[in-house]
């Protein structure tokens, strides 16, 4: 039965009858070409049936969008990422809105709301956990999603972008042994992530190789910003014997042990050297320029753009995993300990 107003009538009720996702309703509302004739005959019927009127002429016209949500905004790579995401939505003639939900209930919750109200083609989430409750809704929204570095356990129909963490911070553990350092200190990033435990298991897997026993003491937590490296650098630093070089697992820890290296009264690298991981566009400017492995950040961005339009396009995506390669690019911040 209609409704008595079709502006009661949403575009996620309609998918829902027609058994089809939120962005198919929305390009046969926009006139799109990329639907199924069959399916669009469906859609249009439910449309005619329940009455359903678009809220505005400006509604008619809205072009397709693609949803990019962090937790946190406060950090530059990701800016590179939203560069990435960026560039393929361009191309399609689609929008990018950005959004950061904190990871609180009320922001996720004020996020949905508003998901609801727009085209949205899909979702892709960076560094996020997809709690339950959110899985549930977007999967009755029937829109695809894409996670980039997951928090934990992705949901299982969910492809995920990353990037080879392991094999990355196994070159720049090997990198600083073979310059002959063997007190070498780690600052990891948020346990919660995938991405960090690999940083964590490549650096351990480099020095057992090398036959080192793991020295608790010379690892140090962190978060992936400036203030944790600081301090960690600061710890490390002072220890009665501390390391000769430190492998911070993010660019920003990077930048903050450059930092208590200064308040220790030391040098980067003639007296602790100093790797980083990311290979943000600032490093490269430092004083000493940053040694660090380059991450893919932008590529990723890309990637899981061009994956989430092509889930709502109804393609099959070939591997559900995907890691694009690190590389270790080596600049002036690392030099032989003092003494060889």
Request: net charge positive; aromatic share 4%; charged share 25%.
């Amino acid at each position: 039965m209609g409704s008595e107003n079709g502006r009661n009538v949403t575009i996620a009720m309609i998918a829902r009858l027609a058994g089809v996702s939120v962005p198919t309703v929305s390009r046969v509302i926009n006139g799109r070409s990329d639907v199924a004739p069959q399916t669009r005959e469906r859609v249009e019927e439910l449309l005619t049936r329940h009455g359903y009127r678009p809220r505005s002429a400006a509604r008619r016209t809205q072009s397709a969008l693609i949803d990019l949500v962090f937790n946190d905004l406060d950090s530059p790579w990701a800016v590179e990422i939203i560069r990435g995401v960026e560039d393929v939505a361009q191309a399609s003639g689609a929008g990018t809105v950005v959004s950061a939900i904190h990871r609180r209930t009320s922001s996720a919750k004020q996020w949905l709301d508003n998901l609801r109200t727009r085209s949205t083609e899909g979702v892709i989430f960076v560094t996020s956990m997809v709690e339950p409750p959110l899985q549930a809704e977007l999967r009755r929204l029937r829109l695809p999603v894409v996670i980039v570095d997951p928090a934990g356990v992705a949901p299982q129909e969910a492809p995920t972008i990353g990037a080879t963490n392991w094999a990355g911070s196994l070159r720049a553990s090997q990198y600083l042994l073979g310059l002959g350092h063997r007190r070498i200190g780690f600052i990891a990033g948020p346990p919660q992530l995938m991405c960090s435990r690999a940083r964590m298991d490549g650096y351990r897997a480099a020095l057992d190789a090398a036959g080192l026993a793991i020295d608790d003491r010379l690892v140090r937590p962190g978060n992936f910003y400036h203030e944790s490296g600081y301090t960690a650098g600061m710890h490390l630093l002072g220890l009665p014997e501390p390391p000769t070089a430190i492998f911070a697992s993010s660019d920003q820890m990077a930048l903050g042990v450059y930092e208590a290296v200064r308040k220790r009264g030391l040098r980067v690298p003639d007296d602790v050297s100093v790797v980083g991981f990311d290979d943000l566009p600032e490093v490269r400017w430092c004083s000493p320029p940053l040694t660090t492995i380059r991450q893919p950040l932008a590529e990723m961005g890309m990637l899981a753009a061009r994956t989430v339009l092509r889930l709502a396009r109804g393609e099959t995506i070939e591997s559900p995993r995907v890691e694009l390669a690190t590389d270790l690019v080596v600049r002036d911040s690392a030099a032989a300990p003092r003494g060889r």
